[in-house]
């Protein structure tokens, strides 16, 4: 079963440009986690949000969690050409300890 | 710090074939588990452990099967390959379960021809 969605399934932006990306999700979470995946590489994490957060920062990124709209934002700022990959949403439900993943949305960041 | 290790990176298996995809993790993660990533779908899993001598069966685990004989460890096995399982697999592990951030090797794409 799919839990997650992303949103837009690709995106396509200039260097410099700010991108967001988006994922919803259907039943109650514990938390939310957003991982990158590039070319024919496994995925590496990048930020994870509890049920009880509303924004966390990492760097050029800020994840932003609405539990009353089950809906997540991914926002990379200043992007780069090494941004450029597939970005996945994963959640945990509260009744059903198994992360469940989105199809991911693709982002190119265009020089 | 090697991380997690997957081998090998590619296979290409006939149906009714069988084999064993490699994962070893040098973090001491008492957490394992085993992903399939098919084109357009979000991660499925397979099958989990959460300790050694521990497995458990996870969203698609028909047609493989696992053992965690110790920490490091967390081989899984397809027993008659079919065209169905042309995918490219993922193991990952973490330091607790649901609630930790997951490391991933670098994968194995499996065709079944």
């Known amino acids: 079963s799919q839990q997650g969605e992303e949103d837009p399934q690709a995106l396509s932006i200039q260097e410099g440009e700010n991108a967001t990306m988006n994922c919803s999700y259907k039943t109650s979470i514990n938390n939310l986690q957003w991982y990158r995946q590039n070319s024919g590489r496994g995925l590496v994490h990048l930020i994870l949000?509890?049920?009880n957060e509303r924004e966390k920062h990492s760097g050029r990124l800020r994840v932003t969690l609405d539990t009353s709209k089950k809906s997540s934002s991914l926002l990379i700022t200043a992007s780069r050409a090494a941004d450029t990959a597939s970005y996945f949403c994963a959640t945990d439900e509260v009744s059903n300890y198994q992360l469940i993943w989105g199809a991911g949305t693709k982002l190119i960041i265009k020089p | 710090n090697a991380g997690v290790t997957q081998t090998p990176k590619f296979q290409v298996l006939k149906t009714g074939q069988s084999m064993t995809l490699q994962c070893a993790q040098d973090?001491?993660?008492?957490?394992m588990s085993w992903y399939r990533q098919d084109p357009g779908m979000g991660l499925r899993l397979i099958h989990y452990s959460v300790g050694a001598g521990i497995t458990d069966q996870g969203e698609v685990p028909n047609g493989y099967n696992v053992s965690r004989s110790t920490t490091e460890d967390f081989p899984l096995r397809l027993l008659s390959a079919a065209p169905s399982q042309t995918s490219v697999y993922f193991c990952a592990s973490s330091y607790g379960s649901w609630d930790s951030p997951l490391h991933f090797g670098n994968g194995t794409r499996l065709t079944v021809t």
């Open positions: 973090m001491n993660h008492e957490y």
């Open positions: 949000i509890r049920s």
